[in-house]
């Protein structure tokens, strides 16, 4: 009994991913597995364009998600439990919401920094960016900026005064 339960177990979840035809499908001349989360997400570059988009697997012949549009220069995996990741365009960092979290995710904070930092304090989420040689708080969720303190590192920030637009900072 045991041992055939061990055995359907492992056939569900050991379906290979049909990486060639996922490929050819979007028209990608590359193609990356977030091995981090095995939740089926991916991120693939268009072969034409040269953007990225990040899609999820859903474990049925070539049905996929989008998470995040075709678009960008570079993006990151959405972190486990995470509420942002951060996306890359001319060689500036965004933030993007996740899906899995947001009904309706967006591109929340444009990509017009240099560098950005995720800092928890107290087990909070907040967006520390750099501008112009500075770093600043920003509301991930919302893209308004904090610079009434600027610092010239992150470490150096005080600790934020603001709430994000939503009423809390997590989910």
Known sequence: MFMGFFMLIFSLTAQEFPKPQMMRKFKADSLVLDTQKSDGSFKF??????????????????????????????????????????????????????PWVFENAVESVACQYDDHEIRLIETIPYLAVKKQDRWIWVDWQSGTEYADAPADTPQELSPPNFVSSSGKNAP
Not at 73 to 95: E, M, W
């Open 45 to 98: 570059r268009e072969k034409n364009s040269q953007k990225w988009g990040l899609h999820q697997w859903l474990y049925r012949g070539l049905m996929t998600r989008e998470l995040i549009p075709t678009k960008y220069d570079s993006l990151d995996f959405i972190p486990y439990n995470g509420s942002f990741t951060a996306v890359y365009q001319q060689g500036k960092v965004g933030i993007y919401l996740s």
